[in-house]
């Protein structure tokens, strides 16, 4: 299986960037998929989670109202759609896919099994 990100780049407080996560070589429906980053000196945390049939959506506290997670089976990708963007938005997100169609501890970057390269996203003051 791979998962190739894109998307990432420079923007300033307050843009939005898309980020895309393009699977291949796995039957993307069958799978929940999730976003997570790691800043600079930081430990990974989670950021979205969305399940493999789309209804069921997760975020973390600190993007709540400003990120979407989606995914389109269709085309075997998932997005992440970040708005009003902030300096602490700083960092490599990745784009991750899950054990199975529906995790309960979604945070826990253990329950993946493959992740993508990563992009790179810096939001400038």
């Known amino acids: 299986v791979q998962l190739q990100a894109s998307g990432g780049g420079l923007v300033q407080a307050g843009g939005s960037l898309r980020l895309a996560c393009a699977a291949s070589?796995?039957?993307?429906?069958?799978?929940?998929m999730s976003w997570f980053r790691q800043a600079p000196g930081k430990e990974r945390e989670f950021v979205s989670y969305i399940t493999s049939g789309g209804l069921t959506r997760r975020y973390a506290d600190s993007v709540k109202g400003r990120f979407t997670i989606s995914r389109d089976n269709a085309m075997s990708t998932v997005y992440l759609q970040m708005n009003s963007l902030k300096e602490d938005d700083t960092a490599v997100y990745y784009c991750a896919r899950a054990r199975s169609g529906a995790i309960i501890a979604y945070s826990d970057y253990s329950l993946y099994d493959a992740w993508g390269q990563g992009t790179l996203v810096t939001v400038s003051s």
């Open positions: 070589g796995t039957n993307f429906v069958n799978y929940a």
